[in-house]
T-cell receptor, first 117, second 117 residues
């Protein structure tokens, strides 16, 4: 299994509080992604990173920010959590986007269940 | 914009029988990947099988095989000799072959498969 950890694994917070989720990888992969999973929607991309300090928005980025100061860590921040951000959050990593084949695969972390009351 | 549709929210199969999960997608691209991911109750996302659109031969991984119909934009998953451990949510996903920095996956809404003993 790819070395990807997410912390915390579970979190309950209140509306209006800031929350930071951490994704840590030991694979030295260049690309990292944050998805959220909601019933009826599958997984949707929030933000992604293509290198240290290089990030960009995905399709559901409103209310979220990210940072990547080291290759191994990708942080997702909810500046002021809302109930609509209650979800399961997945981090994924990928080694390459250019070549075809197995090294183009995205590997997923175990997920973080976030509940915003 | 690319979309992925899974029209079967839930399916059920008897142990040792065969089941087929449906997936259709919409894209104007000619080169792309299609995937089936399995998500058991543990929430871990597990890659089951991958199909490159430029390959005419259907992918097979042990008891899992796909029926890829490029013209119809259809990508179904067949599970043979179903086992209790196959019970999970299954997601169909699409990715353009050379997506640049994004390399994002586009997911369907999932099919929950139950396996009856």
């Amino acid at each position: 299994d790819a070395g990807i950890t997410q912390s915390p694994r579970h979190k309950v917070t209140e509306t209006g509080t800031p929350v930071t989720l951490r994704c840590h990888q030991t694979e030295n992969h260049r690309y990292m992604y944050w998805y959220r999973q909601d019933p009826g929607h599958g997984l949707r991309l929030i933000h992604y990173s293509y290198g240290v300090k290089d990030t960009d928005k995905g399709e559901v980025s409103d209310g979220y920010s990210v940072s990547r100061s080291k290759t191994e860590d990708f942080l997702l921040t909810l500046e002021s959590a809302t109930s609509s951000q209650t979800s399961v959050y997945f981090c994924a990593i990928s080694d390459s986007v250019r070549s075809a084949g197995a090294n183009n695969e995205q590997f997923f972390g175990p997920g973080t269940r976030l509940t915003v009351l | 914009a690319q979309t992925v549709t899974q029209s079967q929210p839930e399916m059920s199969v008897q142990e040792a029988e065969t089941v087929t999960l449906s997936c259709t997608y919409d894209t104007s691209e000619s080169d792309y990947y299609l995937f089936w991911y399995k998500q058991p109750p543990s929430r871990q996302m597990i890659l089951v099988i991958r199909q490159e659109a430029y390959k005419q031969q259907n992918a097979t991984e042990n008891r899992f095989s796909v029926n890829f119909q490029k013209a119809a934009k259809s990508f179904s998953l067949k599970i043979s000799d179903s086992q209790l451990g196959d019970a999970a949510m299954y997601f169909c996903a699409y990715r353009i072959l050379y997506g640049g920095a994004t390399n994002k996956l586009i997911f369907g809404t999932g099919t929950l498969l139950a396996v009856q003993p």
